[in-house]
């Protein structure tokens, strides 16, 4: 492997520095925040480019090596799992803490097939797995986050404690990488922990999937379909002045729709440098990345363009981040914190839907944050119990007309967002220059969008309109 060379931006979230600078606005109160944010650095997510000098395999991956695992141990005599006839306390003793052990293990990439194989490097990586630079950014993340909500804030505890569990939720989508960097969010956030309590990180099955935009969802899929090709033929000609520099180098011009494509150079070369992988002097060209991002952009976010498609796309994600408000508002729920590991297509979908997109290709580690806030004085209802199984009903919630106490704000690493539908007099928050709305304002920015997952399921059927 080509030897690294120092990066000195690598492992920090991007304006990681300037989170704890982040003040509540005057005269509010903060009730709820929610993150979502993308995994760590990863390695390529194929092998590309090797005859350009970057590596067969990236040897950038230790700490994802060694693991404990969850196994059964000393059943008891008998039982099913013992060769016994099986009995009705089974599950309760299969499930009994007391039966379970974590055992230490260490997993391999193993190179070529059958007899031949042989033993990868020990740090080798899989393709698209988080680094141990991603590990750090995440980490990194976490303690930054703490800075603030913790440290600065005291909006949640220094440590989680039994009385602690229903006021946060985790999550993150079954990619492992996106779980890996939310066990280093939460390992930033909170380094020490209480004994009794163990965090549970929520995952979905592919088709309820709200964090990725056209997961388990046949007309989405089919309008992503439609869109990349049609940008190839409206925006591969905004490729053709790099083939001066790129076509030979790389073995054919440069396209959406060349192999490789212009997304999979992009992609190799930024999880390269980002390690400090040396790459040809021309990709350090800014201008030509610009050139290159830009048409990668257009291929994978010209769909949302359609609001159907933002619907399918985003719109579960929103009638849930919804939900929740109007829960912690109407005391229905003790809910404080959620955090979400995603990923870039993810971040910026919610960019797109809210129609405050920046053109760019989000950073490993970037982050959306929605924090809920109420006017200093006016008491929260005592929160009651059942709030996450409100989270995946079908039907409709009806709810009581939105009052002009609470507020919403929208963060894009730590920069303040001014949502379009929140900029007129009455839509925000005075003296917020438009980046605090009222909660009515915010929801009505996306009350096109939102969807419950019963509807999202029908819509997912329907065919496309002529002119997708």
């Known amino acids: 492997m080509a030897a690294a060379k120092p990066n000195p931006t690598a492992g920090q979230p991007p304006n990681g520095a300037s989170i704890p600078s982040s003040t509540i606005p005057a005269g509010l109160e903060l009730l709820q925040a929610h993150i979502y944010f993308r995994h760590g650095e990863r390695t390529p997510v194929k092998q590309r480019l090797v005859h350009l000098?970057?590596?067969e395999r990236f040897n950038l991956c230790s700490a994802g090596k060694e693991f404990a695992a969850g196994v059964i141990n000393a059943p008891v005599e008998g039982t099913a799992i013992d060769g016994g006839a099986p009995s009705a306390s089974t599950s309760t003793?299969?499930?009994?803490?007391?039966?379970?052990?974590?055992?230490?293990?260490?997993?391999?990439?193993?190179e070529g097939r059958g007899t031949t194989s042989q033993s990868g490097h020990e740090h080798e990586c899989y393709w698209g797995e988080l680094t141990d630079l991603g590990r750090l950014s995440t980490l990194r993340l976490g303690k930054q986050l703490r800075a603030l909500y913790v440290d600065k804030l005291g909006f949640l505890p220094p440590v989680l404690g039994p009385e602690d569990v229903d006021s946060v939720y985790f999550r993150a989508t079954q990619v492992p990488r996106a779980l890996e960097s939310t066990q280093q969010v939460l390992h930033g956030f909170w380094p020490k922990q209480d004994a009794r309590v163990v965090p549970t990180i929520y995952q979905r099955p592919i088709d309820d999937e709200s964090l990725l935009p056209d997961q388990g969802c046949p007309t989405a899929k089919a309008f992503d379909r439609a869109s990349k090709k049609g940008a190839a033929e409206k925006y591969n000609h905004t490729l053709e002045p790099l083939d001066g520099k790129l076509a030979k180098l790389v073995g054919v011009p440069v396209r959406i729709d060349s192999h490789?494509?212009?997304?999979?150079v992009f992609d190799t070369i930024k999880a390269s440098q980002a390690h400090g992988v040396p790459v040809p002097a021309v990709f350090e060209d800014s201008a030509l990345s610009a050139v290159l991002e830009g048409a990668i952009v257009k291929e994978w976010f010209s769909s949302y363009a359609s609001r159907q498609f933002t619907k399918l796309a985003m719109g579960r994600l929103f009638y849930e981040l919804n939900t929740r408000f109007d829960d912690r508002t109407e005391g229905k729920s003790p809910l404080k914190l959620g955090l979400y590991g995603c990923h870039d297509t993810s971040i910026s979908g919610i960019l797109h839907a809210l129609k405050v997109q920046d053109g760019r290709w989000p950073a490993f580690t970037a982050y959306v944050s929605f924090e809920l806030f109420k006017q200093e004085g006016r008491p929260a209802p005592a929160a009651k119990a059942g709030w996450l199984a409100s989270l995946f009903g079908g039907g409709a919630v009806a709810r009581p007309a939105l009052d002009r106490d609470h507020f919403v704000r929208v963060k894009y690493n730590n920069a303040e967002v001014r949502i379009p539908a929140c900029q007129a007099e009455g839509k925000h928050l005075p003296g917020s220059e438009g980046s605090v709305c009222t909660l009515e304002a915010f929801k009505d920015a996306v009350?096109?969008?939102?969807?419950?997952?019963?509807?999202?399921?029908k819509a997912c059927r329907l065919p496309l309109p002529a002119d997708a």
């Open 53 to 55: 000098g970057l590596p």
């Open 93 to 110: 003793i299969v499930g009994n803490r007391q039966n379970r052990e974590l055992m230490l293990l260490r997993r391999r990439v193993e």
């Open 260 to 264: 490789p494509s212009a997304n999979g």
């Open 447 to 457: 009350k096109d969008l939102q969807i419950n997952s019963e509807d999202w399921a």
